[in-house]
Each structure stands twice: as C-alpha cells, then as structure tokens.
C-alpha cells in the first residue's frame, strides 16, 4: 500500500503562483511512476502532468505545458507540481497518483494508476 497525501491548493489570481506537493508513504517511493491529475465541477478526471521513477521523464498536457512542472525529491518521498502563470480554468480538486513502474517511462492515463491521494482544491479568480 501507498498513501498519498496532498497540500499546497489554495485561492490565487489569474497570473498567480502555487506549488503543490504530495507525501507518500508505504512502499518504496522511488519504485512509482508519480502523475498528477485534476477534476473541475462536472468534468472527468484529467492528466496534467506525470514524472518517471527517477525524474529524469516528464510529460504535460498540452494546457499547462510551460506553465507547470513537476519534479520529486524520492528522499523526501514527496512530488511537486510547480503553477505559474495560473488562469481560471485551472481551477479544480488536483490529485495525485502513484503507479509501480520503476522503468524510464511515465504514464498520462488515470486507469493505470494504482493509488490516489484525497485531492487539494485550486482556485483561481479571474
């Protein structure tokens, strides 16, 4: 088992910044894949970004592609999701999720994702 859990989410401004982390505990972190994915009202869950085993794999969606980054600390068990440049329609619960894949590759489908976190909610005012 793994658990997740998330922090950081808040209310900002169009243009404003966040950092959002998420702790894991359980397994061994650095043997998980990391995504983070988000869920506006009445919406399906999204892929936003997603980091490989060892960092050195990074992909975004095509909306926030040079506006967030992700990245870990596996000795800190901890994955980040860096916001800038934040507009309203990213607002939404963001979560992040762990799949077992210690291999290069990353992994943008919510199926295969193994474990969630309880989300953290982003707001941003126009």
């Known amino acids: 088992q793994v658990q997740l859990v998330e922090s950081g989410g808040g209310l900002v401004q169009a243009g404003g910044s966040l950092r959002l982390s998420c702790a894991a505990s359980?397994?061994?972190?650095?043997?998980?894949?990391m995504g983070w994915f988000r869920q506006a009202p009445g919406k399906e869950r999204g892929f936003v970004a997603a980091?490989?085993?060892?960092?050195?794999?990074?992909y975004y969606a095509n909306s926030v592609k040079g506006r967030f980054t992700i990245s870990r600390d596996n000795a800190k068990n901890t994955v980040y999701l860096q916001m800038n440049n934040l507009k309203p329609e990213d607002t939404a619960v963001y979560y992040c999720?762990?799949?077992?894949?210690?291999?290069?590759?990353?992994?943008?489908?919510?199926?295969?994702?193994?474990?969630w976190g309880q989300g953290t909610q982003v707001t941003v005012s126009s």
């Open positions: 980091i490989s085993w060892s960092g050195s794999s990074t």
């Open positions: 359980g397994r061994t972190f650095s043997n998980y894949a």
């Open positions: 999720g762990a799949v077992y894949l210690p291999s290069r590759a990353v992994v943008t489908s919510s199926r295969e994702y193994d474990y």
